[in-house]
Structures are given as structure tokens and as C-alpha cells.
Nanobody
Framework: QVQLVESGGGLVQAGGSLRLSCAAS????????MGWFRQAPGKQRELVAT???????NYGDSVKGRFTISRDNAKATVSLQMNSLKPEDTDVYYC???????????????WGQGTQVTVSS
């Protein structure tokens, strides 16, 4: 059973920083793209950042220059360093990964349970 477990959310004042982490576990053959998305109640899930296995990154326009995504392939983890946080960054953040596992060589998309980030003004 493949799982993604997130950690690191919380409450921070505007201008502050938080770091989110996500670890994949289970019988994993390979992890392709990994990323972070966020979603507020009643809104569509929004891209925050993605990173390929080789380290190529892509960011949503609203976080460019403030957030940095990274991954450790050996540890099957992906992290999101969030700096200069704004109240509009308040959301539930979800980890995502495309993972090939036993019996599933083409891979599937997996999601974490979500972690709340709240930025106060």
C-alpha cells in the first residue's frame, strides 16, 4: 500500500516562512513527478509546484520567487520551502506523486491527506 504522509503545516504571520515535507512509503518501484497543490473550500485545486525525477521544477504564478520545491530521490521525499508568506497563501496543501508500484508498472497518482497552512495578517 503506497502512502504519502505530509508534515509541517501550521500558523504563521504574514512575511514568515514554513517548510512542508512529504514522504512516500510502501513497495515503490519508482517515483516520477512529485508536487504540491493547494485547495481552499469551494475552490478548485491549484498547482503550487512540481518537480521531475531529474529536478526540473515548475511553479504556479502566485508563488514564483517565494516558494522552492525540492526532493530527495533516495529518501522518497519532497519538500516545499515557503517564504514571504501572504494571507492569500492560506489553504490546505496536498502532496502529490506519480508512483510505480508492485503490479502497477504504469504508475498511479497518489495524494497526501493534506496539511493546513494559515497565514495571519
Amino acid at each position: 500500500q503506497v502512502q504519502l504522509v505530509e508534515s509541517g503545516g501550521g500558523l504563521v504571520q504574514a512575511g514568515g516562512s514554513l517548510r512542508l515535507s512529504c514522504a512516500a512509503s510502501g513497495i515503490i518501484f519508482s517515483i516520477n513527478d512529485m508536487g504540491w497543490f493547494r485547495q481552499a473550500p469551494g475552490k478548485q485545486r491549484e498547482l503550487v509546484a512540481t518537480i521531475t525525477r531529474g529536478g526540473l521544477t515548475n511553479y504556479g504564478d502566485s508563488v514564483k520567487g517565494r516558494f522552492t520545491i525540492s526532493r530527495d530521490n533516495a529518501k522518497a521525499t519532497v519538500s516545499l520551502q515557503m517564504n514571504s508568506l501572504k494571507p492569500e497563501d492560506t489553504d490546505v496543501y496536498y502532496c502529490n506523486a506519480h508512483i510505480s508500484s508492485i503490479g502497477r508498472p504504469a504508475g498511479d497518482d497518489y495524494w497526501g491527506q493534506g496539511t493546513q497552512v494559515t497565514v495571519s495578517s
